[in-house]
T-cell receptor, first 115, second 115 residues
């Protein structure tokens, strides 16, 4: 499978706990994006990496959220002190290229459930 | 008013019908226009990707963009039960650094094709 891979697929945790998700983009895709999708809504942009540099962050990304892409390959998204409102599907996407006009391809997401 | 408006449906049609899905938008800065298909508990799958006004056809799917009216459509011919999914329109906004785009999605339209 050469698509975007996300792990875990489903995470259940108690309010106040920290969680970390992993995304492996399509090989050689230097651009990586995180989105969040709640029930009945479309995905919302969270953050963007070009190689290892985090170049854009949405105001949805509160101080409790941190994302990294240390070697320009896989990325992690950590949520500290989880709250009920963090329950959502967290989607990762990747795209190729140094220019625009490159479509984003999504993984199957990590579904986070806060008890 | 949201930047991208999409009727969430649900939409139910008989097998073989022509399906028409639509989105309107308000931001003239949107550059690229996409349709994604999302099956339950899966990530969005890219169906169509267009830039300019006009039509683009791919098999049973036709995407239409009218920039003057800020309106995009997706037509599905000879619809099949396997087309049953949520269809998301998405539009891209330039990210200042890095030359990429972030996507702004509609809410999605849930389509059921009945055998």
């Amino acid at each position: 499978d050469t698509g975007v891979s996300q792990d875990p697929r489903h995470k259940i945790t108690k309010r106040g706990q920290n969680v970390t998700f992993r995304c492996d983009p399509i090989s050689e895709h230097n651009r990586l994006y995180w989105y969040r999708q709640t029930l009945g809504q479309g995905p919302e942009f969270l953050t963007y990496f070009q190689n290892e540099a985090q170049l854009e962050k949405s105001r949805l990304l509160s101080d409790r959220f941190s994302a990294e892409r240390p070697k320009g390959s896989f990325s992690t998204l950590e949520i500290q002190r989880t709250e009920q409102g963090d329950s959502a599907m967290y989607l990762c996407a990747s795209s190729l290229g140094q220019s625009s006009n490159q479509p984003q391809h999504f993984g199957d997401g990590t579904r986070l459930s806060i008890l | 008013q949201k930047e991208v408006e999409q009727d969430p449906g649900p939409l139910s049609v008989p097998e073989g019908a022509i399906v028409s899905l639509n989105c309107t938008y308000s931001n003239s800065a949107f550059q690229y226009f996409m349709w994604y298909r999302q099956y339950s508990r899966k990530g969005p799958e890219l169906l169509m990707y267009t830039y300019s006004s006009g039509n683009k056809e791919d098999g049973r799917f036709t995407a239409q963009v009218d920039k003057s009216s800020k309106y995009i459509s997706l037509f599905i011919r000879d619809s099949q039960p396997s087309d049953s999914a949520t269809y998301l329109c998405a539009m891209s906004l330039r990210i200042t650094q890095g030359g990429s785009e972030k996507l702004v999605f509609g809410k999605g339209t849930k389509l059921t094709v009945n055998p």
